[in-house]
């Protein structure tokens, strides 16, 4: 109990330390420090996990599935702040923010990473929305960071549609509390207690409250139609929110909702939540694909790529068997590659002072590192071998085969659409002549050590995967 105690501790602490602190340097120092204690207890959590089916029973619990999710949360919470670090630096010797912001950034990021591992650990339904909805209050904020117009237009889109998207999510969870309806006390109503009861829960109202449910954290997710906040949040965020966003909080989501499933397919006994998860799945990899080709914008092109691995995933779940195990792998290689990613894309903003595709160019000469790793993180995104995208995205394919051909088929036109849509922006970007006013180097090894190291850890997972990581996968998968 105690290592969960520091996991849900440590980023309160680390928020308290920055609101009190005065200088950059105690920041820098304390969101270092923090995120990597979390990052320690995450593991030690997760090998906890391997040995156990499940542990800390009562007010928090940590099962195969949360440890997976937890990690993915630990490991980009720290290379995140590492990256924050030399972003933030260099934007404060433009004179872009000064100390205030700083440390308000700082503030609002360990908020959301105490939001986030208090929503993986809690046994509480309500607890986990409640903790989902503080991802949104605490990020709107971040959203709107650099208070331009439309940085305040990003935001407030974002704060109104996951707000109104959770609050159907929330409607949903009373509705699966029926089971308890003739049940005394006032009790908070617990994962295990619901999976006792689902078959006292009407049909009917399972069908209703998991469609609420797929809706409401299906728009934090980033499912279409739900989608459409996605990519101007991650266009006004600072970039290395925006890693926090893909990497973790995407996994957070996807966690509560196959909770729900879990509980609807034990009151139905039916396919019923199997043909919604597919049928959300494939339509956001089309979407995905099809308005990819129009981005004019190289952070809203992530936007779209996350939006595209989210229908991916969605789409593994729904169709089961390997198909679960191959969408739990694809969560742990999508968040080390996607934010290695965004962090190489903050790197070209630094630099560029645009977003903008048409305005960069020569990036070979200009952040020659900077641009190896964004071509490998490229690669790696769009599922090209030897990268473990690649596997699992066959190997959710080939589950979609074997039970629906025409659905497996559909997924495969979309996937080539994201690519040859990808490849059109990012090749662009390498060459020509860089503007005369951009000068070529690294801003500082703070922001490509990061980026290196994931993709460090990428690779290798993709060659080997440890036996505790699929003991917690096997476990995991058998859960959903």
Avoid at 250 to 271: C, E, I, M, Q, W
Avoid at 312 to 339: D, E, N, Q, W
Avoid at 449 to 473: C, D, K, M, N, Q
């Amino acid at each position: 109990m105690t290592t969960l105690l520091i996991l849900l501790s440590t980023p309160l602490l680390a928020a308290l330390l920055s609101v009190i602190a005065r200088k950059s340097l105690v920041l820098d120092i304390v969101a270092i420090l923090t995120t990597g204690l979390e990052l320690g207890a995450a593991l030690v959590l997760a090998q906890r996990a391997s040995i156990a089916t499940q542990t800390y029973n009562g007010a928090f619990s940590i099962d195969a599935f949360g440890a997976i999710v937890i990690c993915t949360v630990a490991i980009i919470g720290f290379f995140t702040a590492l990256y924050s670090v030399g972003y933030l630096r260099e934007e404060v010797s433009k004179g872009i923010i000064g100390f205030r912001r700083v440390r308000e950034y700082f503030v609002l990021v360990h908020l959301f990473l105490f939001a986030m591992f208090f929503a993986v650990v809690t046994t509480a339904p309500i607890l986990l929305w409640i903790a989902v909805e503080a991802t949104t209050l605490a990020t709107a904020f971040l959203v709107s960071f650099y208070n331009k117009r439309s940085a305040m237009e990003a935001a407030w889109k974002y704060l109104i549609i996951n707000s109104v998207g959770l609050l159907l999510g929330f409607l949903g969870t009373l509705l699966y509390f029926t089971a308890f309806r003739d049940a005394g006390g006032a009790e908070f109503v617990t994962w295990d207690m619901l999976r006792a009861s689902a078959g006292a829960i009407d049909p009917l109202v399972a069908k209703i409250g998991f469609v609420m449910v797929l809706i409401g954290y299906g728009t934090k997710i980033g499912l279409a139609p739900m989608h459409t906040w996605k990519p101007d949040a991650y266009s006004k965020a600072p970039t290395p929110v925006v890693a926090l966003f893909s990497g973790a909080l995407l996994n957070v989501a996807l966690l509560a909702l196959l909770r729900f499933k879990g509980v609807t397919d034990l009151a139905l006994h039916s396919n019923f939540t199997q043909y919604l998860l597919i049928g959300f799945g494939l339509f956001t990899i089309l979407v995905a694909g099809l308005i990819i080709f129009t981005q004019w914008n190289y952070k809203r092109l992530l936007a779209y790529s996350s939006i595209e691995h989210a229908g991916i995933m969605v789409l593994g779940f729904g169709f089961g068997g390997v198909g679960t195990f191959a969408a739990l792998l694809h969560m742990i290689y999508h968040s080390l590659a996607k934010s290695s990613l965004f962090f190489c894309a903050g790197n070209i903003f630094l630099k560029y002072s645009s977003t903008k595709i048409e305005n960069v160019r020569g990036l070979l000469t200009t952040l020659p590192t900077t641009t190896i790793l964004f071509f490998t993180a490229f690669l790696a995104v769009v599922g090209l071998p030897p990268f473990g995208i690649f596997m699992t995205e066959l190997y959710i394919i080939i589950a979609g085969f074997a039970l629906h051909p025409y659905v497996a088929a559909a997924a495969v036109f979309g996937l080539a659409l994201v690519f040859v849509g990808f490849l059109r922006h990012v090749t662009g970007l390498a060459y020509g002549d860089a503007p005369s006013e951009v000068a070529p180097g690294e801003s500082n090894y703070l922001t490509v050590v990061p980026s290196l190291t994931l993709l460090i850890i990428l690779i290798l997972l993709g060659l080997y995967v440890p036996e505790e990581i699929r003991t917690l996968l096997h476990a995991a998968a058998s859960s959903i």
